[in-house]
Structure formats: C-alpha cells, structure tokens
C-alpha cells in the first residue's frame, strides 16, 4: 500500500472518529466532493472547505455514529480508489451501504471524492 492509500485510510479513519479538524486537514482547500445521488444530500457536488463541512454535517448529523470502514483500498497514478462500508446507528435505525470511491490527490492532500458503484470499484481492484 503506498502514501496515497494511506491518506485515504486516515482520512476515513478521522471522518468514522468525529475529528473534522483532521478530515479538513487531510484536504486540500480546493477539494470537490461528487457523492453519490439521492435522498441524503442537497446537491450533488460539494467544493472547497466549506463544502466539505456541509456534507460532513449532511452525511454526520442524521446519526448517533457514522462509521466509514475501508474495505480495501490501492494506489492510483491520480491518488487512490476504495472500497467503503458505511453503518450508521441512531436508535433502533440502522443504514449499511457500502460505496466504491475514487480519490484525487494533489500535494498528498484529498482533492477530489468521488463515489461509484462499488461494484465497479471491487472488479477494478481485483483486477490489479
């Protein structure tokens, strides 16, 4: 596993502690985040800091505890790609989704996050 995939785990490592302050610190102030559509966002692109805050707070707040569990991760020539298992607990109410994600990086910071159809992610990573 290189630097890149390193960077991928502890940022999802900070995002599944709370610790926003690490997760921005991991992410380079132009950072665009394309997650995947549905009922859960406002929008369907996230850019810049303050971006990344909105959806932090958007993806974090309908939960008691988010957890963002790498399954399996590689190196990329652009920064990496991973697959992620996301559970969150609130109650009696549980969410399980697991989400193939493609990152960007730019001076080892996340520039981009972008998620796919993990599926797609799992077949790539086989691959290799």
Known sequence: ??????????FHAAWTAGD???????TDP???VRPLHGALFTRGEFRGH???RDWYRELTDPWDRL????EGVRDTPEGAK???KVVG?????????????????R?????TITARNVHDVEDELAAD
């Open 67 to 70: 957890e963002a569990i790498v």
């Open 20 to 26: 926003l302050p690490a997760v921005l610190a991991l």
């Open 30 to 32: 132009d950072v665009v």
């Open 89 to 105: 607990y609130r109650g009696e109410e549980g969410l399980h989704v697991r989400v193939g994600v493609d990152v960007g990086m």
């Open 107 to 111: 001076d080892g910071r996340v520039l």
């Open 1 to 10: 596993m290189g630097r890149n995939a390193d960077v991928f785990r502890e």
């Open 50 to 52: 303050d971006g990344m």
């Open 82 to 84: 991973g697959v992620l």
